[in-house]
């Protein structure tokens, strides 16, 4: 299994500008997440998906959109870049639930700088 | 947005001492966890905690859901070089997927 992978790896971007991060998991997870981690800080939760065709936001939506069409792919949309997109934004993935048994599984990374 | 209070946000201790963070919350959460992430990669989960009051451990880590239900703290024993690294806590509810991170604490051990 190649776990989650996440495309590109780096990115600069003008502002206005639209680009898809691309995620991917192969564990047939059912929950997928992006988050974005600004320098030295915590992650915040952009967007999460339980299925296939069901996404819902988190603490940070806006300037964002997302889709789930498969299990397996959760891309996030940023459709008129700024400034303020400029972070590192993962992916991550788990069955269910977080449970005893189960975990989320990050990606490595996007670091995207807006200029 | 929610706020989650995460201290100290850095330490710095000889290798062989104990550490000791917590996070506190305005807001009570279901579900507390505890993450370290190593630079350039994403966070690892070491602990999840479910119940109020619930005591967990991981080899030299223990974690604890605060009876009150917004708060944790997380414990590292007989530190050791590859520990080091930034920790988070994390709270979530329970009738939704969201979650809340606190801003981390970066650990550093002397060997």
């Known amino acids: 299994n190649a776990g989650v992978t996440q495309t590109p790896k780096f990115r600069i971007l003008k502002i206005g500008q639209s680009m898809t991060l691309q995620c991917a998991q192969d564990m047939n997870h059912n929950y997928m997440y992006w988050y974005r981690q600004d320098p030295g800080m915590g992650l915040k939760l952009i967007y999460y998906s339980v299925g296939a065709g069901i996404t819902d936001k988190g603490e940070v939506p806006n300037g964002y959109n997302v889709s789930r069409s498969t299990t397996e792919d959760f891309p996030l949309r940023l459709e008129l870049a700024a400034p303020s997109q400029t972070s590192v934004y993962f992916c991550?993935?788990?069955?269910?639930?977080?449970?005893?048994?189960?975990?989320?599984?990050f990606g490595p990374g996007t670091r995207l700088t807006v200029l | 947005g929610q706020q989650l209070n995460q201290s100290p946000q850095s330490m710095f201790i000889q290798e062989g001492e104990d550490v000791s963070m917590n996070c506190t919350s305005s807001s009570i959460f279901n579900t507390w966890l505890w993450y370290k992430q190593d630079p350039g990669e994403g966070p690892v989960l070491l602990i999840a905690l479910y119940k109020a009051g619930e005591l967990t451990s991981n080899g030299r880590l223990t974690a604890q859901f605060g009876i009150t239900r917004k708060d944790s703290f997380l414990n590292i024993s007989a530190s050791i070089p590859s520990d080091v690294g930034i920790y988070f806590c994390?709270?979530?509810?329970?009738?939704?997927?969201?979650?809340?991170f606190g801003a981390g604490t970066r650990l550093t051990v002397k060997p």
């Open positions: 991550a993935s788990s069955y269910s639930r977080q449970t005893s048994t189960d975990t989320q599984y």
């Open positions: 994390a709270g979530q509810w329970v009738n939704n997927n969201d979650m809340r």
